[in-house]
């Protein structure tokens, strides 16, 4: 039997990378994001390398009254679902225009937590099912360099917390994936420091390995785990000193 | 800006490094930068890939579009490698029909540089297996080329070094294979003259290769392995080779960690390797042997960065092709004079070609020899005398090694180059498309 993956936001690199890492592994691949027509370029690579044909869908995660009918139209129901929906925003734009806050905050949680928590109903019916959710370390410890953001990751973190804890014991799994810095559009001409920086296919194969091991929370290069770790243990009266 | 050079190292040069995501972008980047030329995986050994100004890398044009399982015909996008197209179809019983040395390189440098295989003298080169092609010219056009449509400007951009647009997407034809297996056969050669006779005979296998001793004088002049090679069938495979019929070709196992110091390579250290290496191989001539598909045709695939070898000046391959008359004659006074020079590596390959498909395209009937030099006091000078053994004997040199040879030379060995030059005013009348090679060769 073929298993069935679904990537959201699969004109990211990290989607796509994570599609190709699925495919080439014998997978069968949706595809949904918001520009189909650049998807079909996605979706045509995608179903060359992996020898099958890949379905489309069209979805915006900041709608959320089309996710049943979005659900419904997808045949068959996956047996694992990526989210790598996230708009990182401008800090500092976010600081002072409501409306830019607001969009960075409804697309790196309200979006993918609805969506996925929709996901979750259908894969609990079903009794079966892995959910994967695209965090961010940034969600670890809210800094002052990108907040906006990484409060809505972090939001998003607690809410795949919560929903593993709830499904943890019928069949669905809840992974959450942090992946650290990734040389992507989204951090283009951003410097980053090389022995921290990985490439999207990193991510997408270590994305593929969590779903087979049904993983709980993973950080993609392991050096963050520690770094976040010694992040959150300092003292917020000195973490609120620091140029960070 | 970006310091960019190719696999020799030699030569570098600044240039702005653009990397369009989409072929929209890449269309735009081709008609609205000046001073341009695209680069795959730059592989190309000397400068045909650093822009003049500015370099267009393919890297993100790397999405496949379609494939036939009947036909084997696949569409892709030019920054595609060929790496990525054997992973992709050796298992599902197709192989590229040309591959060159490497399988690192992006399938639009192989239509740019018409790359040929060990197979030339049977089955042609890259851009004879190429069914249509899509070009982003200068003036922003996207245009299909293809044996019937726009063909003159097809046979200018197979072998035409990138300086007729940017190749968005080919369409070409993967052979059937029953297994990912050669059956290969060493021959010994004791010298130039048996080694020429022995490819010429191998006229007959699918592939054929020397490996040439650089070192070796006298009697000894010329002495060779020559590899020939058969796609091996179904039924032809061993106990061993039937458990993987389609014997994944492996990642690279070494990695060179550093470059090595400039007297790394020498006489003493060069001349032990190759007699090492040349009674190793001469113990397997004789009757066949199974060989995965990778390592026969990508020997050096298997030691990622072996350009390090040659130490951070770099090293320049001369390669050179020379008519079949004039061949043991000049290609012995090569040899000669290199072996008397005493540094050629033990990289050095002889190979029998086929006629050329592009306007610029290398290959000629003939055979081609190439050398490996690592960069080193007068070694420019010692080249110009060697090509200027090639032009006598009415042959060329690869433009996707060179990094040196003179406007001269260029001129003298690529009769066509009048027809080049006029469709590519026609095609880029700004002259836009301009790499260091191209300004270097009076081509820009």
Known sequence: MTSTLLVIGAGSDIGRETARAFASDGWAVQLAGRDVESLKREADDIAVRGGRPVALHHIDVLNSTSFPAFLDALSPLPDAVVCVVGLLGDQARSESDIEAATTVMRSNYEGPALLLGAFAERFLARGSGTIVGVSSVAGDRGRASNYVYGSAKAGFTAFLSGLRNRCARRGVAVVTVKPGFVRTKMTEGMKLPGALTINADVAGAAILRAVKRRADVVYVAPVWRLAMTIIRLIPERIFKLLPL | ?444
């Not at chain 2, 197209?85 to 399988?103: A, H, N, Q, W, Y």
């Not at chain 2, 940017?166 to 029953?178: I, N, Q």
């Not at chain 2, 458990?243 to 470059?259: H, K, M, N, Q």
């Not at chain 2, 009674?279 to 066949?288: D, E, H, I, K, V």
């Open chain 2, 1 to 444: 800006m970006s310091l960019l050079g190719g696999w020799g190292r030699y030569p570098l040069g600044e240039s702005a490094l653009l990397r369009p995501r989409s072929l929209a972008a890449a269309r735009a980047a081709t008609s609205d930068t000046e001073a341009v030329v695209a680069r795959g995986a730059g592989r190309a050994y000397g400068d045909a890939a650093i822009g003049a100004r500015a370099t267009l890398e393919t890297s993100q044009l790397d999405r496949m579009r379609a494939f036939d399982d009947e036909t084997g015909i696949l569409s892709v996008e030019g920054g595609v490698r060929l790496a990525d197209v054997i992973d992709t179809f050796l298992p599902r019983g197709f192989f590229p029909k040309v591959v060159p040395g490497t399988r690192f390189v992006s399938v639009g440098g192989a239509v740019a540089a018409d790359i040929h295989g060990k197979n030339h003298h049977v089955d042609g080169g890259f851009g004879d297996t190429l069914e249509s092609l899509t070009l982003a010219t200068p003036d922003g056009a996207q245009l299909r080329l293809s044996r019937t449509e726009n063909a003159e400007l097809f046979f200018a951009t197979v072998g035409g070094m990138g300086l007729t647009g940017t190749v968005l997407e080919a369409t070409w034809r993967l052979s059937k294979v029953e297994t990912g297996w050669i059956r290969q056969r060493t021959i010994e050669a004791a010298n130039l003259s048996q080694a020429l006779a022995a490819l010429s005979a191998g006229h007959s296998s699918t592939y054929s290769v020397a490996w040439i001793d650089g070192l070796a004088t006298g009697a000894r002049l010329g002495r060779s392995l020559i590899f020939l090679g058969e796609p091996a069938r179904r039924d032809e495979l061993d106990a061993r080779a039937r458990r993987l019929p389609f014997g994944a070709v492996p990642p690279p196992r070494y990695r060179i960690p550093f470059d090595f110091p400039g007297f790394a390579l020498n006489r003493l250290s060069v001349g032990a390797f190759n007699e090492l290496y040349y009674r190793l191989g001469a113990r397997r001539t004789g009757a066949p042997f199974l060989v995965p598909a990778g390592p026969y045709f990508f020997p050096l695939d298997g030691i990622a960065e072996w350009n390090r070898i040659y130490g951070r000046a770099g090293f320049i391959q001369h390669q050179c092709v020379v008519p079949e008359a004039a061949a043991e004659a000049t290609l012995g006074e090569i040899l000669s004079r290199v072996a008397a020079r005493g540094d050629a590596s033990f990289l050095a390959v002889l190979k029998k070609l086929g006629p050329g498909t592009g306007l610029l395209s290398f290959p000629m009937p003939g055979y081609t020899l190439a050398l490996d030099f690592p960069l080193r006091p007068g070694l420019l000078e010692f080249l110009d005398d060697l090509d200027r053994l090639v032009v006598a004997a009415g042959g060329r040199l690869y433009l996707a090694k060179d990094s040196r040879q003179s406007r001269a030379t260029f001129e003298a060995g690529y009769p066509d180059l009048p027809k080049f030059r006029e469709i590519r005013r026609a095609v880029d009348p700004r002259g836009r498309l301009r790499s260091r090679l191209s300004d270097r060769l009076g081509l820009s």
